[in-house]
């Protein structure tokens, strides 16, 4: 589904205003991949809220059609529902039990858990984890998937490995992708597309497109030689 983001901004009135989001403007294509980075604060988790529907600009609009679902560093799992059946909560639009029960197990092979569906979520390893929310968040087969950080608490060989999983989903399921990083490898190993923002209030302040073949990994050469000249314009804005 296209996503398009007309001119958004966002400011929050508490004590003291804080105008977190400048003038937003981006077309993001059906089944596109597109990485956001920026620093720490810069706004990206609020446009990710907004483009969810989970806040509302300031001014400006989101033209979307299609549910969009956001999923965070911390998966938010129900610790009294086993793997399968936390799947499954994503699956409550399906009538039948046996057909949650088979589309649960399906997604749970996409994601490489086909063996784990009777484990207890506190059995799970971080990365075993953030599987199970992906594949939660692709049962209720949202037209976009957004992604906040959803890597960011794992050790690197884990992340590396999700990487190349989420290539795979991706590829198999052609959503469209939003991910927000702070990681600037992490952007050009997954992205069609990177964002980059300017810190707050939060601006897009350069688009790089990565040509690079798939599925990338972290540490080749290209994805580094590519990320050290974007992190450098990254700072650059700082
Ligand atoms: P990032 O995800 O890039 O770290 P955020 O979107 O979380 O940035 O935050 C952007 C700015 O907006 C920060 O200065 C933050 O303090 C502020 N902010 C975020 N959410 C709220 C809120 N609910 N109320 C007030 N200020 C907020």
Redesign the pocket.
């Known amino acids: 589904m296209r996503l398009e983001l007309r001119d958004v901004s966002?400011a929050?009135?508490?004590s003291r205003r804080?105008?977190?989001?400048e003038n937003i403007d981006v077309t993001i294509e059906s089944g596109e991949f597109v990485c956001i980075i920026?620093?720490?604060?810069?706004?990206?988790?609020?446009?990710?809220?907004i483009i969810a529907g989970l806040?509302m600009p300031t001014s400006g609009a989101v033209v979307a059609s299609g549910n969009r679902i956001l999923m965070f560093q911390d998966g938010a799992l129900f610790p009294w529902l086993n793997v399968r059946e936390n799947v499954e909560f994503g699956l409550r639009f399906l009538p039948m039990r046996g057909e949650r029960t088979q589309r649960a197990m399906q997604l749970l092979k996409l994601v490489h858990l086909d063996g784990f569906a009777e484990a207890r979520i506190h059995e799970l390893s971080g990365g075993m984890r953030q599987r199970v929310s992906l594949a939660r968040a692709i049962a209720v087969d949202p037209a976009v998937l957004l992604l906040?950080?959803p890597f960011g608490a794992l050790d690197a060989m884990t992340r590396s490995i999700l990487h190349t999983e989420l290539q795979e989903i991706w590829a198999q399921t052609r959503k469209t992708i939003v991910f927000?990083t702070?990681n600037v490898r992490e952007a050009v190993v997954l992205g069609d597309r990177v964002l980059v923002?300017s810190p707050?209030?939060?601006r897009i302040v350069a688009e790089h497109r990565i040509d690079l073949p798939r599925p990338r990994v972290i540490d080749s050469p290209p994805v580094s030689a590519l990320a050290r000249t974007i992190g450098e314009e990254v700072m650059a804005h700082a």
């Open positions: 966002k929050y009135e508490g804080v105008a977190a989001l920026g620093p720490s604060g810069c706004g990206k988790s609020t446009l990710l809220s806040e906040d950080e927000v702070h923002m707050r209030p939060g």
